[in-house]
């Protein structure tokens, strides 16, 4: 069974710090990997995506692969309150067409 | 970025009675939908993927008889609960790629059910 492993947290930052997400997956031909942040009682809102080896930046956040040790990393710079929700990692199979796997999701508080 | 719908956002019913959720794309055609059910402080789980013009596949546990699933056109997919019990009430979630080669996906916004 192909599974998405994350730290349900909660994890507390200040504002300002750096946020560091983890996240596993078990199924080696996995190409594809999400970052999804999700608000309290809304549906997931996509933010990242990273398919190759190394680092993606895209503003605060920046999506860390490595695919030998099969590990997903989001890092979020200089955290707002307004980043406090929960991310989930999601990873697609490598046939195409397949829905994605989601993890259970870390929460994230960020105090002012 | 593209966009997709859901109605309704929320729905109370009563035990039994059936309820019908559309999920629209509006901006792409979406041979591809999936629908995701995500109950309260869990992640969301695939109940199925809806195919346009072919049977939905279901992902194992979930019944075929009870959520029926209709990808009419390639705008819209409906998932219909039928005969509705409490145990079914969830926050439903349905998601489309940009193209079956596209390895992003979108989520509509979600429909409550709540069944009393």
């Known amino acids: 069974q192909k599974e998405v492993e994350q730290n349900s947290g909660p994890l507390s930052v200040p504002e300002g710090a750096i946020a560091s997400l983890n996240c596993t997956y078990s199924d080696r031909v996995s190409q594809s990997f999400f970052w999804y942040r999700q608000y309290s009682g809304k549906s997931p809102e996509l933010i990242m995506s990273i398919y190759s080896n190394g680092d993606k930046e895209d503003g605060r956040f920046t999506a860390q692969l490595n695919k030998a040790s099969q590990y997903v990393s989001l890092l979020i710079r200089d955290s707002q309150p307004s980043d406090s929700a929960t991310y989930l990692c999601a990873v697609k199979l490598s046939q195409a067409g397949t829905a994605l796997i989601f993890g259970k999701g870390t929460t994230l508080s960020v105090s002012s | 970025g593209a966009v997709v719908s859901q109605h309704p956002s929320w729905v109370i019913c009563k035990s039994g009675t059936s309820v019908k959720i559309e999920c629209r794309s509006l901006d792409f055609q979406a041979t591809t939908m999936f629908w995701y059910r995500q109950f309260p402080k869990q992640s969301l789980m695939l109940m199925a993927t809806s195919n346009e013009g072919s049977k939905a596949t279901y992902e194992q546990g979930v019944e075929k008889d009870k959520f029926l699933i209709n990808h009419a056109s390639l705008t819209l997919s409906t998932l219909t609960v039928t005969s509705a019990h409490p145990e079914d009430s969830s926050f439903y979630i349905c998601?489309?790629?940009?193209?079956?080669?596209?390895?992003?996906?979108?989520f509509g916004p979600g429909t409550r059910l709540t069944v009393t």
């Open positions: 998601s489309a790629p940009l193209a079956l080669s596209s390895y992003e996906q979108y």
